[in-house]
């Protein structure tokens, strides 16, 4: 269970505070598939990087299976990032290495066995559906099947976790279904928690249990997605659900 216990982020650039999280609130079940949905500077990317503590808070905590990690450093945060994996909107592969050396990476840096980091590569690539294209290059590959990489590379170091950070975004109505089905085969099959940061309600709606709508920097409403989805409360989910005009 990930709690988010009051949690808030401020930056400062040139003497100018900005907000970008403000007590904020959310418990993400184990095996949820759990959306946080907003539009653009929202805070959707602030919140979950600070799952992971890419971003630390400036006050609150995250409480994960009941123990406070908000001050984790050096090993302690090592350790935990290698449970929580993340799949990114631009797929962030190194060009100058294979499919199967992007994926491997992770057990590479952790010191693993090349024999081992390499079984366990082509078992995700098999997950994937790419195993055949294991010796290619990123640049050969297309952006859904890049993004397939991306995924079996988060799902390297057996991950409770995935943080999924507008991980559609950038692909085609086709290709996202295709990506989507497989997250959910991800989450059904080997019981790992995602989070999904995302502007789109269609995302939402195939795959998440759970939602929170960000607005604003605070969580403005959250529940079961059938019921936010169904009965929305907030203006904005209703304007991201095309019942409210955006110039109303």
């Not at 907003?38 to 006050?59: F, H, M, Q, Y």
């Not at 099947?145 to 109505?173: F, G, K, M």
């Amino acid at each position: 269970m990930i709690e988010l216990r009051n949690l808030s982020k401020t930056y400062s650039t040139r003497g100018v505070e900005h907000t970008a999280l403000e007590d904020v609130s959310l418990t993400i079940e184990d095996g949820d598939i759990f959306g946080i949905i907003g539009i653009s500077g929202a805070g959707k990317s602030t919140l979950v990087r600070c799952i992971n503590l890419l971003e630390k808070p400036t006050s609150g905590s995250v409480v994960i299976d009941g123990v406070d990690v908000t001050s984790f450093e050096g090993r302690q945060l090592s350790d935990l990032r290698a449970t929580i994996g993340m799949i990114f909107q631009d797929f962030n592969l190194f060009a100058q290495r294979t499919v199967l050396e992007n994926v491997t990476f992770p057990l590479e840096i952790r010191g693993d066995d090349r024999v081992d980091r390499e079984r366990r590569g082509m078992e995700l690539l098999d997950l994937v559906g790419l195993s055949a294209k294991a010796k290619q290059y990123p640049s050969q590959l297309s952006g859904g099947q890049q993004q397939r990489v991306s995924i079996a590379r988060a799902l390297a170091n057996h991950p409770r976790v995935i943080l999924c950070d507008e991980a559609t975004s950038a692909l085609d109505s086709l290709t996202t279904n295709s990506v989507l089905k497989l997250l959910r085969q991800i989450n059904r099959e080997m019981g790992v928690t995602m989070v999904v940061i995302t502007h789109e309600i269609g995302v939402v709606e195939k795959i998440c249990n759970r939602v929170a709508v960000i607005d604003g920097s605070r969580i403005v409403e959250q529940g079961s997605a059938a019921e936010v989805l169904e009965d929305p409360s907030a203006d904005v989910t209703r304007r991201l659900l095309g019942r409210v005009r955006w110039d109303a």
